[in-house]
């Protein structure tokens, strides 16, 4: 059953209605505004820098050459990716406080751009370790905790798609939210005494004596990778805004025709008496 | 920058982080687009 | 509470023990495990014995999912969720009940697996106060955080594929501690192993803390 499109009183599609002038002037079908396109401004220009400085102007590492250059995507990646998870659960805990769609909405959009933090880390990590240690992956615990929280983050965002009634959704999602940053804690510290244990050659990690035109790029990544990371949470929120929007009308539309559905039903069931 | 040592993951690190979060930017923006139409313009007050 | 966790564990294991599909079911499937990990690796009897701690605590999990994947199904049927809520019982003395019948299931599979692996892996014994302890410790860990995550897929078509998924990264700090006790015990150096027991026990306390919390938003919420 197709779902008829809500309209206005007017019987024109919501957005459209150009030719309505003398009415109140139609809102953009989008997720922009003056704020959001500023910010992806910011965020254009950044990346911009962040190419110059990672990819020209800073100098290749001493000892990893050119494949420092990776890290200034891939520490800030993980940085925000930690982030989003932090934002997640917050968002979890004021939603069990104060029941408001707007947080259930920011726990959900802040874990769907970490996950997508969290392939990017893991991918630049990879690509990093190959030249490096002559592997794509070794069992450290930075790339193994990555790779446990992205297994907790894919969990999270299939159990906001379940098809239950949303509140008891919300719920369950909020509850399994607000665990994120406790378990990615837990996680990350058990990780790292394990794998302490194993005296590995210790990793060329990018040290505090990073300087100079290397930290600068390190730091347009941090800025950079940030702005992208706010401008799509904005835009991602705005999206799950709208779903929950979407759903409710889809609930209220449902509700309204059942019970014509009912008041005809008992008019059918009435005319043969 | 022609002549970079470990060149190829340097363009596929940054390459496949571009094209990640391009195509994730497009979608989301494509899914607010198609979202938009459905819904009232009183719950979608941020322009 | 405790009165209320009484009332739910005797009412789980009750209900365990006359379905019979932990010990016709479960508990060959656990042993199952072990042996397909004889296959899996060289049944080079070294291999296996070294291996022994690890390949006991994944076969151990790997049942737990089945044990609390059960444990979820009790609630589901047919205005269970409903009677629970208006009983009157405290949700945290239900949460503890059905944690605390999952634990006694999973020990009693942990008993069966240890005589298989001691068998069939050659392991010797030793140790045996870490092993006691650190296993009881991971036992209370797994059976509260699976307890509150089962509740969590309870109810839903896609309970059996979601709980793992869900459960197993967040256990993952439980099998690196109980395998790293169990290692360090087997080996005669049960000092290294300790702290790893003092790690689950903190796990265990945390879950059981937050299962305790949130079990009744989520007998509401749902």
């Keep these: 059953m197709t779902a008829p499109t809500p309209t206005t009183a007017t019987g024109t599609p919501y957005g459209a209605g150009a030719s309505d002038a003398t009415t109140r002037p139609v809102a953009p079908v989008h997720t922009g505004s003056r704020a959001s396109r500023v910010l992806g401004g910011l965020a254009l220009g950044s990346i911009v820098l962040l190419v110059l400085y990672g990819l020209v102007w800073s100098p290749p590492d001493a000892e990893m050459a050119d494949s420092v250059r990776l890290m200034y995507i891939h520490v800030p990646a993980a940085s925000f990716l930690y982030t989003g998870c932090f934002i997640t659960t917050v968002a979890s805990a004021l939603w069990l406080r104060r029941r408001t769609p707007g947080w259930d909405a920011l726990a959900g959009a802040s874990a769907e751009i970490s996950l997508v933090f969290a392939a990017i880390t893991l991918g630049t990590g990879s690509l990093w370790g190959r030249p490096t240690w002559g592997t794509y992956w070794t069992w450290d615990a930075r790339l193994t905790s990555t790779a446990l929280l992205t297994a907790l983050l894919i969990g999270y965002l299939a159990l906001r798609r379940l098809d239950v009634d949303p509140t008891a959704r919300s719920t369950r999602a909020a509850v399994l939210g607000l665990l994120l940053v406790p378990n990615v804690i837990i996680v990350n510290r058990s990780v790292e005494w394990w794998r302490s244990l194993h005296q590995q050659s210790t990793l060329v990690k990018l040290d505090p004596t990073i300087e100079g035109q290397m930290l600068v790029a390190l730091m347009v990544g941090f800025l950079a990778v940030g702005l992208v990371f706010t401008w799509l949470l904005v835009h991602r929120f705005r999206v799950a805004w709208l779903e929950y929007q979407s759903e409710r009308l889809d609930l209220d539309l449902a509700l309204v025709e059942r019970r014509a559905e009912a008041g005809r039903a008992s008019e059918a069931g009435r005319t043969p008496a | ?47 | 509470m405790w009165r209320d966790a009484a009332l739910v564990a005797g009412r789980d294991l009750r209900v365990e023990l006359r379905s019979r599909v932990t010990t016709n079911q479960v508990a060959p499937f656990s042993v199952l495990v072990l042996i397909l990990f004889a296959f899996a690796l060289d049944p080079d009897r070294q291999l296996l014995e070294r291996l022994a701690s690890g390949l006991y605590w994944t076969a151990v999990l790997l049942a737990a999912l089945l044990a609390i994947s059960r444990s979820a199904a009790i609630d589901e049927a047919d205005g269970v969720r409903d009677a629970l809520r208006l009983s009157g019982l405290d949700p945290a003395g239900v949460f503890v009940g059905k944690a605390a019948a999952v634990a006694a299931v999973l020990l009693g599979l942990e008993v069966l697996l240890g005589v298989g692996v001691v068998v069939l892996y050659g392991v010797e014994l030793a140790g045996a106060g870490l092993v006691v302890l650190a296993g009881v410790a991971a036992t209370v860990a797994v059976a509260a955080t699976g307890t509150l995550y089962g509740a969590l897929v309870s109810g839903l078509r896609v309970r059996e594929t979601l709980l793992p998924l869900l459960l197993l990264p967040v256990l993952a700090p439980v099998l690196i501690g109980a395998t790293r006790a169990f290692e360090a015990a087997l080996a005669g150096v049960p000092a290294d192993g300790w702290p790893w027991c003092g790690l689950l026990a903190g796990l265990a306390i945390l879950y059981s803390v937050a299962g305790a919390l949130a079990y009744g938003t989520l007998l509401e919420g749902s």
């Design chain 2, 1 to 47: 920058m022609i002549a970079m040592t470990h060149a190829g993951y340097i363009a596929a690190g940054w390459g496949g982080a571009a094209a990640i979060v391009g195509a994730y930017a497009v979608w989301v923006l494509r899914r607010g687009r198609a979202l938009s139409r459905q819904v009232p313009p009183e719950e979608r007050r941020w322009s």
